[in-house]
């Protein structure tokens, strides 16, 4: 049974009929989001460059590459452009542009899974704190205040200490950084909406809160909660690297960007490129995750057009 049959046969009232029209015309207005999308010049490059990094990534065991770990001392520091290694060598000899790619790999996986991992934590705890109130929205949002009080950086320093220096430490320090954002956002969004029309005609005839939350708000949040994630994952990188830079994420010789930066940082002046190879990848990566963030936003927001 679809809800406009179930609201017709409360009685055909206004707030019935709301909760029957309300929702697929918000859909509707989006439905063309991602035209929108593809005329944005600006976007559509952004997201070219990462589908190339993440493809290059990908492929790493199957490209013609040097094994990223692999040191030869005749080869310190060379050159970009030197013969065999077009960005030249680190510190060690190591290959750089093998390097950057295989490090793509633990790169973007930082990024895209802290901010998968910050968003369906935030946005349980974020609904549940808008739609119920009370108690329950108390006891969660002083929660994030504590969180909120620590600098970001001093925050995951003090998880990564706690648990030890690791990748998956990392991950997880990052992914707690980007909690209690979500939980702000999506609460924020949530009280908005939880006066509207169709989720009072919804409660008038008895759907369970389950079903409220499932079917009538999360659909109608989803959409700053996509832009909002897509511009995270930059910054969650930028975390990343710097947990790296500070001997507390990726550990060497791990191809990661963040920890070559931090291996790299003695020769910045006799050999530069090899700090500012792996800076400029971390920069250009950052970069399209937020262009192509403003891309999604503009494109999911009808009012801007």
Known sequence: ???????????????????????????????????????????????????????????????????????DPRMKAAPLGTAGHILGTDQVGRDILSRIIW???????????????????????GLLAGYFGGWVDTVIMRIVDVMLAFPSLLFAIV?????????????????????PFYIRLVRAEVLTLRSSDFVTAARTI???????????????????????SSIHIGGLILEAGG?????????????????MVASGRNQLLLAPHVVLVPSAAIFIVVLAFNLLGDGLRDALDPKSH
């Open 159 to 179: 998880v990564v200490a706690i648990l030890g220096p690791s990748l998956r430490n990392a991950l997880l320090a990052i992914a707690l950084l980007g909690v």
């Open 1 to 71: 049974m679809t809800d406009a049959t179930v609201t017709v046969g409360v009685g055909g009232s206004p707030l019935a009929l709301a909760a029957a029209s309300d929702a697929p015309s918000r859909s509707a207005k989006n439905r063309t989001w991602y035209r929108r999308l593809m005329r944005d010049k600006v976007a559509m490059a952004a997201l070219a460059v990462l589908i190339l990094f993440v493809v290059l990534a990908l492929l790493a065991p199957v490209l013609p590459l040097a094994d990223p770990i692999k040191t």
């Open 206 to 228: 008895g759907a369970p809160s389950s079903s409220i939350l499932r079917r009538h708000l999360l659909p109608n949040i989803i959409a700053p909660i996509i832009v909002t």
């Open 243 to 259: 947990l790296s830079f500070l001997g507390l994420g990726a550990q060497p010789p791990s191809p990661e960007w963040g920890a």
């Open 103 to 125: 490090g793509a790999r633990t790169t973007l996986m930082l990024g895209v899974v802290a901010a998968a991992v910050s968003t369906v934590i935030g946005l349980i705890f």
